[in-house]
């Protein structure tokens, strides 16, 4: 059995087509995507508000997290969401702002092209 902490409520839980990810939203402002077999986190997305429901679309493909007055639809595998961030930022995160957003992740850089 895995278990997938978070410091706030959870709102919402989805479980992709494939049974492979969850999807979480939660108190703390964020949607956070499981690995469902070992409970590992592996990505997460911050928002300005709650996030009160999250979902895949049904080829698992893309996820919609609804926070607040707004739905961002996001690339859902944890590489497309890299992929995408990657491709929208100019630099890679600071030490402090991943400390900041992944406090409980090693440093590491996640976007090899940028600086």
Known sequence: MARFPHPGA?????????????????ADNMARLFENATGTEVARLVEREPVRAVAFNPDGQL???ASGD??????APPQAI???????LPF?????????????EPYRKTCP???
């Open 10 to 26: 959870v709102y919402s839980v989805a479980f992709s087509p494939d049974v492979r990810l969850i999807a979480t939203g939660s």
């Open 63 to 65: 996820l919609a997290v």
């Open 70 to 75: 707004n739905v961002l639809i996001s690339p």
């Open 82 to 88: 890299i992929d995408y961030v990657c491709a929208h």
């Open 92 to 104: 890679n995160l600071s030490h402090e702002e991943w400390k900041q957003h992944l406090p409980d």
């Open 113 to 115: 092209n940028l600086p």
